[in-house]
């Protein structure tokens, strides 16, 4: 089973009665996050935007990139006008921007920025390969993955607290 397949069956379960009608986002399965709801209104499916914004990125750069050029850039631009830009009925999909937990963790405990910088890179360096490990699971997996993310910036704070590393 491929995971659109896992997300399909999902959706299925879960909201038969719009099943036909949630509209997924091509190439973007693996920064699918669920499905969406506010009160009254339709279900619709939620992705991260910024693992989409990583999935563009990756494909411009595996397309070739003349010196110079700006991936990330391009990537944004790509998102914004082709993606976001998208709107296709009430069923369009959402596209959030998550606040990291590296986000929060730098702004909240760094006094300088060489610290901030070296906690970074090794926030980064375990981000991505959760990230990596996460695409490797199926949807029940992913989702005690998220509960698991939430532990580890606890984790990371009681870590960085006996570090005797200082807030801003």
């Not at 980064?124 to 532990?151: A, H, I, P, V």
């Amino acid at each position: 089973m491929t995971r659109r397949d896992d997300i399909v069956a999902f959706i299925e379960e879960h909201y038969p009665d719009h099943a036909d009608k949630i509209l997924l986002a091509d190439g973007f399965d693996d920064a699918f996050i669920g499905i969406g709801q506010v009160f009254n209104g339709t279900p619709i499916a939620v992705y991260d935007a910024d693992m989409c914004l990583k999935t563009i990125a990756d494909d411009i750069e595996q397309g070739g990139v003349e010196e110079g050029e700006d991936v990330q850039t391009m990537a944004m631009e790509h998102f914004e006008y082709n993606v976001i830009g998208s709107f296709v009925g009430e069923y369009t999909p959402m596209f959030v921007s998550p606040l990291s937990a590296m986000t929060m963790v730098t702004e909240k405990y760094f006094a300088n920025d060489h610290e901030a910088e070296a906690v970074k890179h090794a926030l980064d360096e375990t981000l991505y390969r959760l990230d990596n490990d996460r695409k490797t699971m199926d949807f029940n997996g992913q989702q005690q993955m998220s509960r698991g993310l939430l532990r580890a910036r606890i984790l990371i704070e009681e870590l960085m607290a006996e570090l005797g590393l200082t807030p801003k």
